[in-house]
């Protein structure tokens, strides 16, 4: 988590900055299917479909991330059909969560995708490049967004956003 304690200089000003902090682990699947139509659900393919099962990303034609609400494998397969491969990526993937009213900025100071409200509306996800990080961004609230990144390069986007909210604290300080 960004530390605001060594930004006291910024008094309120460092309330409105980006919290980076991880979410807890949760089992995800990469599901995967020649049909392209029993994988993806319908509707846009950038808006992530939450179910009593769980939250499916459309990644791919054919291909899905799935975040199930239990951890069960049956419930898995009985979520996904009879035509559907199921890959565990549990262990993969982590996720950072940026929160606050700069949260939009800073993310926006490393990625190309358009992430105003008004292009970027809750629920909505991307695939991108978050700087040199090939991440999924997830909008899932108003000023909260999910970093979803591979586990081997989490720590150095760890250090990268925070040397990123830092350079934006130094922004704050400028007349």
């Known amino acids: 988590m960004l530390d605001l304690e060594s930004h006291s200089h910024l008094g309120e000003q460092a309330s409105s900055l980006a919290s980076i902090s991880w979410v807890p682990w949760h089992p995800r699947y990469l599901l995967r299917s020649y049909d392209e139509r029993s994988v993806f659900p319908e509707g846009d393919r950038h808006i992530a479909a939450w179910s009593d099962a769980g939250t499916r990303f459309a990644l791919a ?19 996904s059909g009879p035509d559907v491969f199921i890959i565990d990526v549990s262990s993969a993937q982590l996720v950072l969560r940026l929160e606050g009213d700069r949260a939009r900025e800073l993310l926006g100071s490393g990625c190309g995708v358009d992430l ?10 991307a695939q991108t490049r978050l700087g040199p990080f090939a991440v999924l961004i997830h909008r899932a ?15 150095s986007l760890h250090a990268w956003l925070e040397l990123n909210a830092s350079s934006l604290t ?3 300080q400028q007349p």
Do not use: C, K, T
């Open 61 to 79: 034609p054919g291909e899905q991330l799935f975040l199930p609400e239990g951890s069960d494998a049956m419930s898995v397969q009985q979520a």
């Open 116 to 125: 105003r409200p008004a292009r970027f509306a809750v629920n909505q996800f």
């Open 170 to 172: 130094g922004a704050l």
């Open 141 to 155: 609230a108003d000023s909260i967004y999910d970093v979803h990144v591979e586990r081997s390069l989490a720590e």
